[in-house]
């Protein structure tokens, strides 16, 4: 009897003091695979950067929602002109960057025209070349003229490349970035952690979470013991081959989405003898797509045949283009002048799809002449040497940037490809907001490509996340490269 008052006045002092025995816990430790190079999302091409920064501590005009959805940020609301030229934005006021100072039209101009500008560093600088002039109406007002009707402008303002950020604080974001959002950056042990933490002054609905750490964990091999000890609650970009040893154990939620990860064998469009279609079309007929798949994202992957999501509507299936043939990939090769196949080079990136699909590959394209020496290296490589210096025969990786099809048309990208067809389709696109004619040249687009060979194109990459069954509000899609942490919070 003096056991159960015992236990009946500490239940009483819990209430009285308003707390509770069983309060939910306010901090996580997310699992990442890859370091960010930096931490400015204006600056780098990393998916990594924005998969730790965007949201939580840098917000745009508008924002890119787990469906794909665009949804009001910093701008509350805007109007769009009769001709689909300007688009005046009506911005939240008492917002206040994390060092304190303010925010307001004068940051989303100088945001803007430095994205723009001749000497941006902007890894997606065409997502601005439409706009002609930003204005600053008044504090809470920016008016940005564009040179033609874009129908998608405000998608390509929640980009994580189009955050907005101060000039007081701009260059030093790399290190130590300054934004408007939920979370504030505390710390940055390299090659171990970045840590984040509730912002005391943020002018929009507060984080649940006061504090997260996003882990960096390259060797997938480690997943499974970090959760079963607790250390990592969540893993949002989970193993697959992994997912076996925890979908049936009811601490766990297992999440299989989708993502904008279209996973490909990229292709130098120049070098030889990749130059020649014939090449780049025997390296499509000697990929087996199922057994990449298979061996590369346990199953999970959907197979693609150009460079768009299936879960897009305007997504073309042109997976039937280049069966799995290897007599054919022979006779083209033949046809080039290489019937007793050539050696080249096969650079991967860390990441499984990566390391476990070029085995693969290198098999099959084996099958038909073509001997792959196997380089791995790690991400800052790869960025150096493949994307910057496209210094590389072959390489595989997921691009995970939404909608992203008009990166073949770029003439400074590290496919090296060049056809005037796809550039004026793409150029019609961007004058483009009828949703049917939209469709119509995308699905043009897309079958240029296929016709080129320009890349071999082998799955969607799936998203499979494993978190804390009490874990509520992360992500199940990937529509965006993204872990966002507004609506996180635990169940108690």
């Known amino acids: 009897?003096?056991?159960?008052?015992?236990?009946?006045?500490?239940?009483?002092?819990?209430?009285?003091?308003?707390?509770?025995?069983?309060?939910?816990r306010t901090d996580l430790v997310i699992g990442i695979p890859l370091e960010p190079p930096h931490l400015d999302p204006t600056a780098g091409a990393a998916a990594a950067i924005d998969e730790v920064l965007y949201a939580n501590v840098f917000e745009g005009l508008t924002r890119i929602g787990p469906n794909g959805e665009v949804l009001p940020d910093l701008a509350e609301s805007w109007t769009i002109s009769d001709d689909g030229k300007v688009y005046t934005f009506k911005l939240h006021t008492s917002v206040k960057f994390h060092d304190g100072t303010d925010f307001d039209a004068s940051?989303?101009?100088?945001?803007?025209?430095?994205?723009r500008a001749d000497n941006s560093v902007n890894a997606q600088k065409g997502l601005f070349a439409a706009i002609e002039t930003v204005d600053v109406v008044d504090p809470a007002t920016v008016k940005v003229t564009l040179k033609n009707p874009q129908g998608s402008f405000l998608y390509n303002m929640g980009w994580g490349d189009a955050v907005i950020v101060a000039p007081e604080s701009a260059d030093t974001n790399k290190e130590k970035p300054i934004g408007t959002g939920p979370f504030k950056f505390q710390s940055w042990a390299k090659g171990s952690s970045i840590t984040l933490v509730k912002s005391d002054n943020y002018w929009g609905t507060p984080a649940s979470l006061d504090k997260a750490e996003f882990r960096i964990v390259p060797d997938a091999a480690a997943y499974v013991p970090a959760l079963l000890s607790g250390d990592i609650q969540a893993f949002p970009f989970f193993d697959a081959d992994s997912v076996a040893q925890v979908k049936d154990d009811p601490r766990f939620k297992v999440v299989i989405g989708a993502t904008e990860g279209e996973t490909i064998l990229s292709i130098n469009n120049k070098k030889p003898p990749f130059d020649k279609l014939q090449v780049r079309q025997a390296i499509s007929y000697a990929l087996d797509r199922k057994a990449i798949i298979d061996g590369a994202s346990a199953g999970l992957g959907v197979p693609i045949g150009s460079h768009m999501s299936p879960a897009n509507k305007d997504y073309l299936d042109l997976t039937g283009r280049y069966p799995h043939d290897v007599a054919k990939a022979k006779e083209l090769l033949k046809e080039a002048g290489l019937e007793n196949g050539f050696k080249a080079t096969l650079k991967l990136p860390p990441p499984s799809y990566a390391r476990l699909g070029g085995e693969i590959i290198a098999s099959e394209l084996r099958d038909v002449g073509i001997d792959l020496e196997i380089i791995p290296v790690e991400w800052a490589q790869w960025l150096d040497q493949v994307f910057t210096?496209?210094?590389?025969?072959?390489?595989?990786?997921?691009?995970?940037?939404?909608?992203?099809?008009?990166?073949?048309?770029?003439k400074d990208y590290y496919f090296n490809y060049d056809n005037p067809a796809f550039d004026k389709v793409i150029a019609d696109l961007n004058l483009t907001s009828d949703e049917a004619k939209r469709k119509e040249l995308l699905g043009q687009a897309q079958k240029i490509l296929a016709d080129d060979a320009v890349v071999g194109f082998l799955f969607e990459l799936p998203k499979v996340g494993v978190w804390d069954a009490k874990l509520q509000g992360l992500w199940e899609n990937a529509p965006i490269q993204a872990n966002d942490l507004t609506k996180v919070k635990w169940s108690e």
């Open 1 to 24: 009897m003096r056991l159960w008052k015992t236990i009946l006045a500490a239940a009483m002092l819990s209430l009285a003091t308003g707390t509770s025995a069983f309060a939910a």
């Open 107 to 115: 940051d989303v101009k100088f945001s803007l025209d430095r994205a």
């Open 389 to 410: 210096k496209k210094d590389y025969d072959l390489t595989i990786v997921s691009h995970t940037e939404p909608n992203d099809i008009d990166i073949y048309s770029r």
